[in-house]
Nanobody, 125 residues
C-alpha cells in the first residue's frame, strides 16, 4: 500500500519560512515523481512543485518561483518543500502526491494517483 505523510505545516507570519516534509512508503517503482500541490478555500488545487526520483530534475510553478525549493533525500524516502518569504496568499492545505515518472513535471492533479492527507499552512499578515 502506497502511503504519503506530510508534516511541517503551521502558522507563520508573512515573510517567514516553513519546511514541509513528505515521507513516502510502499512505492515499489523507484522511477517516479513527487509533486506538491496546495488548495486554498474556495479555490482549485494548484500544482506548486515537482521532483523526479530518477534524475532529481525539479519543477517550480511561476507563482512560487524564487521562494519555494523542492528537494529529496532518497535514503529517507522523503521529499521536502522549503518555503521562504511566505505571503498570506500562500495560505492553503498543502498536499504531496506520487505518480509514475512519465508524468514528471506535471501539475495536473489527475496524473497523480497517490496523495497524502495534507498539512495546513497559514500565513498571517
Amino acid at each position: 500500500e502506497v502511503q504519503l505523510v506530510e508534516s511541517g505545516g503551521g502558522l507563520v507570519q508573512a515573510g517567514g519560512s516553513l519546511r514541509l516534509s513528505c515521507t513516502i512508503s510502499g512505492f515499489t517503482d523507484d522511477d517516479h515523481a513527487i509533486g506538491w500541490f496546495r488548495q486554498a478555500p474556495g479555490k482549485e488545487r494548484e500544482g506548486v512543485s515537482c521532483i523526479s526520483s530518477s534524475d532529481g530534475r525539479t519543477y517550480v510553478a511561476d507563482s512560487v518561483k524564487g521562494r519555494f525549493t523542492i528537494s529529496s533525500d532518497n535514503a529517507k524516502n522523503t521529499v521536502y518543500l522549503q518555503m521562504n518569504s511566505l505571503k498570506p496568499n500562500d495560505t492553503a492545505v498543502y498536499y504531496c502526491a506520487a505518480t509514475i515518472s512519465a508524468y514528471s513535471g506535471s501539475y495536473y492533479a489527475g496524473h497523480y494517483p497517490y496523495w497524502g492527507q495534507g498539512t495546513q499552512v497559514t500565513v498571517s499578515s
